[in-house]
């Protein structure tokens, strides 16, 4: 099994959820999605990092994003923790949670790590564009739960990325200065950034985030 690494297209998968059968790809569409692991069902961690997640679907879908969760759980197993979780973190799961008990998926994307359990899945991360590709990738070992809104700033920044030829730099955050991509030249910019642009150095040009009035 070949390490998925960030432009390769997301790998198909069929599988059962606790939504009914997904196929990849198809379930996807045409928008972007967060594929993520989590060790094991009826754990603490896992639990606030669901009912967190539940919380941010309006969130998710302002950005065009589905979101899907999978363990080597059984089906039965998610159906009775998605009640622990909507009675304990006062939400309700709104996305499906894949039940990987033949390990299939884990194994197509590598969410088991050996040396860290052998029996279970890391919090592995994947952020998929509108194109199937992979455009970001995060493990996470079982003791330390997810920043989401971390993963919604990754995902902005991807989004500027994709469609308004724009990179962040460090610690940015929505609102804040971005960087002209090196492949844009100084003659394209008026075109592509009507706001003006500040050239710091001729390979380090800032330009206010173009996707804000
Ligand atoms: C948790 O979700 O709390 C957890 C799962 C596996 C190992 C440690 C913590």
């Not at 539940?54 to 759980?73: G, H, I, P, T």
Request: glycine share 6%.
């Amino acid at each position: 099994m070949a390490a998925i690494r960030l432009g390769d297209v997301a790998p198909n998968f069929t599988a059962m959820s606790t939504e009914g059968e997904i196929n990849f790809h198809d379930w996807l569409g045409d928008g972007w999605g967060v594929l993520f692991s989590h060790p094991a069902d009826y754990t603490p961690v896992c639990t606030t990092e669901l009912g967190t997640v539940a919380k941010y679907k309006a969130e998710f879908d302002k950005r065009n994003v589905k979101v899907v969760a999978l363990s080597v759980d059984g089906l039965e197993s998610h159906h009775g923790w998605v009640n622990d979780i909507n009675e304990t973190q006062n939400t309700t799961v709104n996305f499906p949670i894949i039940a990987d008990e033949d390990r299939k998926v884990s194994e197509l994307y590598d969410m088991i790590h050996p040396n860290a359990d052998s029996n279970a899945t890391v919090r592995s991360v994947f952020v998929i564009g509108d194109d199937k590709k992979v455009k970001l990738t995060i493990t996470y070992p079982a003791s330390t739960g997810r920043n989401f809104d971390e993963l919604l700033r990754v995902i902005d920044s991807l989004q500027l990325t994709a469609y308004h030829k724009v990179a962040t730099p460090a610690n940015w955050n929505n609102g804040d200065e971005c960087v002209v991509v090196p492949a844009v030249t100084n003659e394209e910019i008026p075109a592509l950034f009507p706001k003006g642009y500040k050239e710091i150095k001729p390979y380090l040009r800032m330009t206010p985030q173009p996707n804000l009035n």
